[in-house]
């Protein structure tokens, strides 16, 4: 009896020893900007808001899984602004089943899998991206740094769109198209996140 009982307590301490901090998103210091291109050289930007999230890290301090969440329904564009109804337009054009039809899929989501070391201030990051009900692997360069319980994470993702069905407007796959209706399959993704323990 006595022996399971000292067994129980160095099991319970023992998973205590490796238990992860968590570090819960704070969606209104979180940011992510995007930029889609076409073939001709023009360029449209804008933001989507973070909803919430968190983040894992072990006792070295080492993050080793989480999940952000995209509000998807926040989508809005910042280079029209002097063209509020062709603004408008494109915002629902994004929102719409040629892109990441909000209605049906109003998250998307990004799984943290791996973070490993890469230089002194950078790290690699694998995760798995879930969007218009599709998931795919991803990995991007980052810089995350972690001062008095705040935690922030800065990267530029590039994403290939097609992978996850968003073929609107490709050329690889409308041959047709002339060069100022192509646009660029890859787009990007400008992500500031900040946790807080």
């Given at each position: 009896m006595m022996k399971s009982m000292i067994a129980a307590l160095i099991l319970v301490v023992g998973s205590a020893a490796f238990a992860a901090d968590v570090y819960k998103i704070d969606a209104q210091a979180s940011s992510v900007a995007w930029k889609g291109t076409k073939k001709a050289g023009s360029a449209h930007t804008g933001g989507i808001a973070v909803k919430d999230g968190e983040v894992q890290v072990?006792?070295?301090?080492?993050?080793?899984?989480?999940?952000?969440?995209?509000?998807?329904?926040?989508?809005?564009?910042?280079?029209l602004k002097d063209s509020p109804d062709y603004q408008k337009k494109l915002?629902?054009?994004?929102?719409?089943?040629?892109f990441?039809?909000?209605?049906?899929?109003?998250?998307?989501?990004?799984?943290?899998?791996?973070?490993?070391?890469?230089?002194?201030?950078?790290?690699?990051?694998?995760?798995?991206?879930?969007?218009?009900?599709?998931?795919?692997?991803?990995?991007?360069?980052a810089k995350i740094t972690t001062d008095k319980g705040?935690?922030?994470?800065?990267?530029l993702v590039k994403v290939d769109?097609?992978?996850?069905g968003l073929k609107?407007?490709?050329?690889?796959?409308?041959?047709?198209?002339?060069a100022d209706k192509i646009i660029n399959d890859e787009f990007e993704l400008t992500l500031k996140l900040v946790a807080k323990k």
């Amino acid at each position: 009896m006595m022996k399971s009982m000292i067994a129980a307590l160095i099991l319970v301490v023992g998973s205590a020893a490796f238990a992860a901090d968590v570090y819960k998103i704070d969606a209104q210091a979180s940011s992510v900007a995007w930029k889609g291109t076409k073939k001709a050289g023009s360029a449209h930007t804008g933001g989507i808001a973070v909803k919430d999230g968190e983040v894992q890290v072990d006792k070295k301090g080492k993050v080793t899984g989480g999940q952000i969440n995209i509000d998807m329904a926040t989508i809005t564009n910042e280079d029209l602004k002097d063209s509020p109804d062709y603004q408008k337009k494109l915002v629902g054009h994004l929102s719409a089943t040629d892109f990441f039809d909000v209605a049906k899929y109003p998250v998307s989501t990004f799984k943290i899998v791996s973070v490993t070391p890469k230089t002194k201030d950078e790290v690699t990051v694998k995760g798995e991206l879930t969007m218009i009900g599709k998931t795919a692997p991803i990995e991007f360069p980052a810089k995350i740094t972690t001062d008095k319980g705040v935690m922030t994470g800065e990267a530029l993702v590039k994403v290939d769109r097609t992978k996850w069905g968003l073929k609107y407007g490709s050329g690889n796959f409308f041959k047709e198209l002339t060069a100022d209706k192509i646009i660029n399959d890859e787009f990007e993704l400008t992500l500031k996140l900040v946790a807080k323990k």
